[in-house]
């Protein structure tokens, strides 16, 4: 198994040195058939810009027979570095070089085979619109939704005729429901007064698998935004729509693995583009595999190789040219678009040189570019090594992924309200996890949840307990990181993920015609008002106070079932209790004099409680306060 790489050529080449002289072709391939008359169906990337700060620029060319032909171009300030033929006869690869005097225009690509095709392909100017790329901070707070889920704001683009499902279904948890870009736009003032400031959409990339194609995470075009979702330029619109409301906005991407329809995967550009198996052949899903040093083979092979799923292929980003077809794609997605920042969805199952070779291509282009994966591992130590943290390179990595999906954290305050406290258990998971930051560069940058939309509803998990319900939110908007928050949380949604599409339910109001609106105050009960007033109230006060989204934290030892931490910063403290256990209890404040000393009261911010005398507080059983002190 593949441990320590050096540089292939493609990719340093990439990286702006001599460009290979051979093509990446496995040493058994077919000979290539007979020149056809060849024509160009499409180029990937499918523009590009002049003015980036990496010159280099390799065009995936796809159509009949195109991979016999020859290439002339002639256009200022743009050099030909030669083309590369594929093991497929249907592609070429060009590999260009954009001069720093080159102007926007079409470049005039003269393919010669048995015929002439004649291709313009487009360079444009940079957009250097203010507020473009605007990062992901902890100031932010994101909310996650499917968006063929939340709300159907366009009708027409339903069921589109070209696609592999015909029908939309909502009464089936693996059909097509409807939900589009206009749906969530229609909604921006429902997530502005909930708070949010970031919107993390599950992959809004097209998705034409013939069965639950809902969820994004199969894509089949990496250019196209699925048009059940909208137009590409309906998506460019719709970020900068979101940067007008103060919205940032998160695109969910999949490193690992592609849709079974995609073009490349059914037309493939050579065999070694994917993990081949003789029979298909899934992950074995042990992450500890990517980094044990004592790992077999076969079983780091597995994890790194085998297929996500049947119908997800799994890529081979050890070739260089299927690494550079990655790079570029999201880097044009960021330029095409003036997104926020990237969640990267299966984050650890990728190659690791790719990994590292992705992450630092990307931010050097764009060094204000959130970005944060997807680490469903086990163990603080595992989830920290696949962040940028304090270990020297460990076995040929060193992450440069700024921020993960915090698990560790949501496993901890998933105990916390499920069990007793104990030495290490319930609440006191909490302190001990947080304890183990000293491993991460900078966890401010990881991101806290609940819930997801692969896991069981936050609500269901605690038992539909209401208090319980205000202590998770409680701490999740109070904690270091970037709070996220899973659509329908704030208005009590529930299901267990068994399967995951009861957990993705589309959000009531969301359809002309629901019985219930719970995008409007006036469609909640009592219940789900409360929820969504204390939502609101915490992520409308954290968002103005700097202590709480990015001040320093100081946490104190659990007692008795209450665990208190503080966050401070200059502009001010905050004093968070959290009793875990069902009866009230008498905590004595003298304990907490470093962080008290100077504060005579304080107000909990949820309530608008006045709390007069810092001595002593009693706290009752499955509550959190948020205290803000005074002087």
Sequence with gaps: MRLLHLVPAAALWLLGAAAPAQAHKRPDAPAAPTAKPATVTRIDPTFWWVGMKNPKLQLLVHGPGIGSSTLTLNYAGVTLDGVQKMESPNYLLVNLTIGPDAKPGKLPLQFQGAKKVKYEYELRARNTDP??????????????????RFANGDPKNDVIKSTNVGRVARDSMYARHGGDLKGIENHFDYLKELGVTAIW???????NQPKASYHGYALTDYYAVDPRYGANAEYVGFVKKAHAKGLKVIHDVVLNHMGSQNYLFRDQPARDWFHQWPSYTRSNFRDAAFNDPYAATQDRKLFGEGWFDLHMPDLNQSNPLVATYLIQNFLWWVENTGLDGYRIDTYAYSERNFLMQWGAAIQAEYPQLGMFGETWVQGTSQQAYFAQNIFPEVQGFKSNLPGVTDFQLYYAINETLTKDAGW????NKLYYTLQADWMYQDPMRN??????????????VISEDFQKYKMGLAWLLTCRGIPQLYYGTEVLMKNFSDPDGKVREDFPGGWPGDKKNLFVAAGRNAQEQEAFRYVSTLATYRRTHPALHSGKLMQFIPDAGVYTYFRYSDAGTVMVMMNSGKDEKTVDLTRFAERLNGFTSGVEVTSGAAISDLRALKIPGRTAWVVELRK
């Design 424 to 427: 290490t258990e319930g609440i």
């Design 131 to 148: 507020g473009r790329v605007q990062g992901v901070t902890s100031a932010d707070f994101v909310y996650l939704l499917m968006p063929d």
């Design 447 to 460: 991101v806290l949840f609940l819930d997801n939309h692969d896991l069981s509803r936050y609500y269901s």
């Design 201 to 207: 959409p599950t992959p809004v990339v097209e998705n």
